[in-house]
């Protein structure tokens, strides 16, 4: 479940690579000027990524495997 709406994966996914399937090219604003991200560098050495998943802040949605009934919360 992404931002409550239910999104399908394939086994091994990524949050990431769920996100993408999905269409979605970014899912953060800067905080500054609000510019988009999404994957940057796609290896967890950036933070343009970040996600909520299961309440717990600042995940790497390129590192996280998605699992049956995580509930991300994007910060778009």
């Known amino acids: 479940m ?3 709406v239910p999104l399908a994966g394939l086994a091994g996914q990524t949050i990431a690579g769920v996100l993408m399937a999905a269409g979605r ?5 800067t905080g500054r000027r609000s510019r ?4 940057f560098c796609g290896i967890g050495v950036c933070f343009d990524c970040l996600v909520t998943v299961n ?3 600042d995940v790497r ?3 996280r495997h998605a699992a ?3 509930e991300v919360t994007t910060h778009a």
Not at 25 to 29: A, N
Request: glycine letters at 14%.
């Open 55 to 57: 309440g717990l802040p």
């Open 2 to 4: 992404v931002d409550d």
């Open 68 to 70: 049956d009934g995580d």
């Open 36 to 39: 988009p991200r999404g994957v």
């Open 61 to 63: 949605a390129c590192q």
């Open 25 to 29: 090219q970014s899912w953060r604003t």
